[in-house]
């Protein structure tokens, strides 16, 4: 699961030193239940989106930091988990 900062410009959001791996689904077999691994992630993402007290060492001050999940994105199979369905044939 690798997070991705859309407030950097497009040329270098994507470079390895600018993402963020927050989990790794284990395998070799998927699991039964994608959301036991997400759910903790999605609570973390509310918090973030309700906004997170923190502090600006450079400027010295605090502030509500708030951060939204924009998009999901996967294979085919893995957006099939995510959304709970049961596949693109059915």
């Known amino acids: 699961i690798i997070l991705q900062n859309l407030n950097l410009p497009p040329e270098i959001r994507t470079h390895l030193r600018n993402l963020i791996c927050v989990g790794v689904v284990p395998g070799p077999h998927q699991p ?4 036991s691994f997400l759910s903790p ?4 993402y509310a918090a973030l ?19 939204y999940v924009i998009f999901k994105n996967g ?7 995510i959304l709970n369905i049961k596949g693109h044939n059915a």
Do not use: R, V
């Not at 039964?32 to 959301?35: E, I, P, V």
């Not at 989106?49 to 951060?67: K, P, R, V, Y």
């Open 41 to 44: 992630l999605d609570d973390k």
């Open 49 to 67: 989106a309700n906004g997170i007290h923190t502090h600006n060492a450079q400027d010295e001050i605090e502030f509500s930091l708030h951060g």
């Open 32 to 35: 039964k239940d994608l959301g």
């Open 75 to 81: 294979d085919i199979l893995a957006i099939e988990k």
